[in-house]
């Protein structure tokens, strides 16, 4: 029998062979019945996993700044910027470090000048597309009662030299701006803001898909493979195979995973990150009309960074104002995606002790604890809006629930790295390096800095190919500006 099958497939070997009709062939090993799917084709030199406005960035950059032949992209989905870069799933805002508060001075530093890297692309771009990506209007962070006007002061004092075009204003000047935020509140609460005309907003779907267009018109030899899904990357000597589900194998010189919340999943098959879990935090909004001219946050909680509601307009959907997120912990890896739940189990190490403890170290925390619990109640029909506008009202007092509606459809996955040795979470991006691999976490800011990963990337890519391929940094920083 065994003999049988070893001859069966070796006249299905003989006849792709002869023919020529696929590139890939079966091999055969000693055992008759044991057989592997091997790949004939030339390797790439890179394989970019991922087409979110990271994956998207490296292509662009490797393109139009490395001399790397020739460059892969996989994705999941039929067009770029579909999971955590689609417009209804983030908050759509450029974050340089002048309103987010939970920023350390230092990294104010470091984003300020990376985020900046994006405008400065969207402004060499027709104006048509700059203009599907790009959006200028008001930003402010607003602080309500004396302890928040007073850490106001502060952060303004601290940031004022590295932005001169944000300025701390009084309450008149907030009404001159956003009339709604001042009307019907009480003149005995103290409140300031800092406040530019010049904030942004970004379509980062529509950027991703800009940045896949400049690359395939610049290099004829790269490409873009749509409706792909990776289910597995296994190390064969020098080289990477990359498995696709329902798709012939590719393989790589070197990869960079760009999968956000998968990326980690993908490290833990080849050995990388054991230490590591993710506590999955899902987002919602609320549209109400548009009462806002600009973006207004709040001054954050350091225990929750992000997690105070705020009120955008929506770059996507004219005349309405978009309230949130709301957060809660869901153990899904994209969101309104359950069948991704089992891959959160896979990836974020439920099956050890030390997980458990850090998630209890964590999320029992009083101030998380309580903030999730309420959150968890926003979800409710109903009763959810109605707790919700007390959070809002903090921003337009006369706010009513009945003025907010659910946003369906809209809300993202921002999951959070936890270091289960030292049971802390870990905020912000991630990366991990291997050999000639590189694993990206980018939840916020990953996507307003994406060139500036994309730059270091780039550079770490170049190191693994060798001396036959060369990264133009000064180039790209030329002309993008000089990043720390």
């Known amino acids: 029998m065994a003999n049988s ?52 960035s490296l292509l662009y950059t490797l393109a139009h700044y490395s001399t790397v032949p020739r460059v892969l992209l996989i994705e999941k989905y039929d067009k770029p910027g579909q999971v955590n870069s689609r417009a209804s799933n983030n908050s759509q805002t450029l974050h340089v470090g002048d309103i987010e508060t939970n920023y350390p001075l230092e990294k104010v530093r470091q984003v300020r000048p990376a985020a900046l890297m994006l405008v400065r692309y969207a402004e060499m771009q027709p104006v048509a597309v700059r203009d599907a990506i790009l959006f200028t209007m008001p930003k402010m962070v607003l602080a309500v009662g004396e302890h928040e006007v007073l850490v106001l002061e502060k952060r303004f004092s601290d940031i004022s030299p590295l932005f001169p075009d944000v300025h701390k204003i009084d309450r008149d000047a907030i009404a001159l701006i956003e009339p709604a935020v001042v009307a019907g509140r009480s003149p005995h609460v103290p409140i300031c803001a800092l406040a530019t005309l010049k904030g942004y907003a970004v379509d980062y779907e529509r950027l991703a898909q800009s940045f896949v267009d400049e690359a395939l018109r610049t290099r004829s030899e790269y490409s873009v493979q749509y409706g792909s899904e990776v289910t597995l990357i296994v190390r064969e000597g020098s080289e ?61 909680e ?41 891959d959160y189990v896979r990836s974020s190490g439920l099956g050890r002790p030390r997980t458990w403890v850090s998630f209890f170290t964590i999320l029992l925390e009083p101030i998380r604890f309580k903030y999730l619990l309420t959150n968890m109640l926003y979800e409710l029909p109903w009763i959810g809006k109605r707790m919700l506008v007390k959070n809002v009202q903090k921003i337009i007092p006369e706010m009513c629930a009945c003025d907010l509606k659910k946003a369906k459809g809209y809300g993202g996955m921002r999951l959070q790295r936890v270091d289960t040795t030292t049971h802390e979470l870990q905020l912000g991006e991630g990366k991990i390096i291997g050999d000639n691999i590189i694993f990206n976490m980018t939840p916020s800011p990953g996507a307003s800095v994406c060139l500036y990963n994309a730059l270091r990337d780039a550079e770490h890519v170049v190191s693994f190919l060798g001396k036959n391929v060369q990264f133009d940094k000064v180039r790209m920083q030329n002309d993008f500006g000089e990043v720390v």
């Open 5 to 56: 099958m070893y001859l069966f497939l070796h006249l299905v070997y003989v006849i792709f062979s002869f023919f020529g009709a696929s590139r890939e062939t079966f091999v055969f090993s000693g055992e008759p019945v044991v057989w592997r799917l091997s790949i004939m084709n030339e390797p790439y030199d890179v394989v970019i996993i991922g087409g979110g406005a990271s994956g998207t």
């Open 240 to 300: 990477y195979v990359i498995q696709i589900k329902g798709r012939a194998p590719v393989r790589a010189r070197a990869v960079v995973v760009d999968a956000d919340s998968y990326s980690l999943y993908f490290a833990k098959q080849l050995g990388y990150g054991k230490q590591f879990s993710l506590i999955p935090i899902a987002g919602s909004f609320y549209f109400s009309k548009k009462i806002l001219n600009g973006k207004v946050y709040t001054v954050q």
């Open 302 to 342: 350091p225990l929750l960074p992000f997690a105070a509601v705020h009120g955008d307009p929506d770059v996507c959907v004219s005349n309405v104002t978009r309230w949130g997120p709301t957060a809660r912990f869901f153990p899904v890896l994209e969101s309104r995606n359950l069948k991704t739940m089992i």
